[in-house]
């Protein structure tokens, strides 16, 4: 059965600094992994995705996530965060085939001005 | 992109009444729809895995009596919350996927619909 770890509760950033929201995952063969970001009292956004190809995989609003087989992660990463990337980000993992889509508890980011 | 509609976007109700929450993909057709509850600063919970013309297809846990499920059409998916009580009360959200397309894996998520039993 696949799994994801999102370690950390909570990430605090200072603006203009760089962003890392961590993720690990455990899935039997090739994994499809997503990030999302959900606004309060809103629906999901998709960000980006690892399918196959680059490990290196860019996304909406400047995000980027780095995938690493070796270390079955999957960490989301900005090089200047805003604080308007203030919300909730939800790793997510589907098994070969994408069909049923797992969730990390989340991770809350709160960026300082 | 896809889009995916529910309704009602929220709903408060008295306690053992049922409520309805439909999930419509708009533009696209969808044998299999997601149901997931997602508590107050907490993650997704995948509740159920409706499937067009058949039985949903429910996580360990999930009371399929309290959490009735029907996918009447390939563009509409309902959860049907029955004597609803106040611990039910969360943000429930659907996604589908558009299996016609040759990438399976985008999911499609609905705005969510919050739901308050009082």
């Known amino acids: 059965a696949q799994s994801v770890a999102q370690p950390e509760d909570q990430v605090n950033v200072a603006e203009g600094n760089p962003l890392t929201v961590k993720c690990t995952y455990s899935?039997?063969?090739?994994?499809?992994l997503f990030w999302y970001v959900q606004y309060p009292n809103r629906g999901l956004q998709f960000l980006l995705k690892?399918?196959?190809?680059?490990?290196l995989v860019k996304g909406s609003y400047g995000f980027e996530a780095e995938f690493n087989k070796s270390q079955t992660s999957f960490h989301l990463k900005k090089p200047s965060a805003l604080v308007s990337d203030s919300a909730l980000y939800l790793c997510a993992v589907s098994d070969t085939g994408g069909f049923k889509t797992i969730f990390g508890a989340g991770t809350r980011l709160f960026v300082k001005a | 992109g896809a889009v995916v509609s529910q309704h009602p976007s929220w709903v408060i109700c008295k306690s053992g009444t049922s409520v309805k929450i439909e999930c419509r993909s708009l533009d696209f057709q969808a044998t299999t729809m997601f149901w997931y509850r997602q508590f107050p600063k907490q993650s997704l919970m995948l509740m159920a895995t409706?499937?067009?013309?058949?039985?949903?297809?429910?996580e360990q846990g999930v009371e399929k009596d309290k959490f009735l499920i029907n996918h009447a059409s390939l563009t509409l998916s309902t959860l049907t919350v029955t004597s609803a009580h106040p611990e039910d009360s969360s943000f429930y959200i659907c996604?589908?996927?558009?299996?016609?397309?040759?990438?399976?894996?985008?999911?499609?998520f609905g705005p969510g619909t919050r739901l308050t039993v009082l």
């Open positions: 690892y399918i196959t190809g680059d490990n």
């Open positions: 409706s499937n067009e013309g058949s039985k949903a297809t429910y």
């Open positions: 899935v039997s063969g090739n994994p499809y």
């Open positions: 996604s589908a996927r558009d299996f016609s397309q040759t990438s399976t894996d985008t999911q499609y």
